[in-house]
Structures are given as C-alpha cells and as structure tokens.
C-alpha cells in the first residue's frame, strides 16, 4: 500500500443537499485522514492537490503563486467596482 493524500469531494444530492455525502466523508475513523472540500467542491479539490504536489515541485509551487496572487487581485478589482456602483448595481450585472 502506497500512502497518498485523500481528497474528499462530496457531491450535491437531491435527497439532503449534499450533507449525507459530505458525512460519509468527514466521519472517516481515526487514522484515515480525509481532506475535505465544499459540496460540489471539485475545483478546489483540484488547487488543494495542485498545492499539495507543489510542496516538492517548485514549477508547480510558482505556478500556484500565482494563481492565488491573480485571485487576490480579482478581489480587489470586484471590491472597488463594489464600492463604486454600489450592492444593487453590482447584483444586477452579475
């Protein structure tokens, strides 16, 4: 047996949104060590093994860089167009 990472994803169900998938996960027993993202999660599944294989890659650590760096600037752009037009404005652009 090879220890990998475990990336849990749990995926939206009609039956109870998502929260008996996302149970299943989290309740793991001791020693089985899930990492967990949102319902329907599977983007950020993707950057948390992109950051976890970045640990010892160092193309991939700056590539992850920057993309962290490129949200963080998305953010702030939304942010002042936010300010600027106001909750209402931004909403109905959306």
Same mark, same amino acid.
Not at 18 to 37: E, R, W
């Given at each position: 047996?090879?220890? $990998? =990472? $475990? %990336?849990?994803? =749990? #995926?939206? /169900? +009609? /039956?109870?949104?998502? %929260?008996?998938?996302?149970?299943?996960?989290?309740?793991? =027993?001791?020693?089985? =060590? $899930?990492? /967990?993202?949102? #319902?329907?999660?599977? +983007?950020?599944?993707? #950057?948390?093994?992109? /950051?976890?294989?970045?640990?010892?890659?160092?193309?991939?650590?700056?590539? #992850?860089? +920057?993309?962290?760096?490129?949200?963080?600037?998305? $953010?702030?752009?939304?942010?002042?167009?936010?300010?600027? %037009?106001?909750?209402?404005?931004? %909403?109905?652009?959306?």
């Amino acid at each position: 047996m090879i220890p $990998v =990472p $475990v %990336i849990g994803v =749990p #995926i939206y /169900t +009609k /039956t109870l949104n998502g %929260i008996d998938s996302l149970y299943s996960i989290v309740q793991m =027993p001791s020693g089985i =060590p $899930v990492a /967990t993202v949102s #319902i329907n999660g599977a +983007k950020n599944a993707g #950057i948390l093994a992109a /950051t976890i294989l970045a640990s010892s890659n160092e193309n991939m650590r700056e590539k #992850i860089i +920057k993309y962290k760096k490129d949200l963080a600037e998305q $953010v702030i752009t939304k942010d002042e167009k936010l300010q600027n %037009i106001g909750y209402d404005n931004y %909403i109905k652009q959306m």
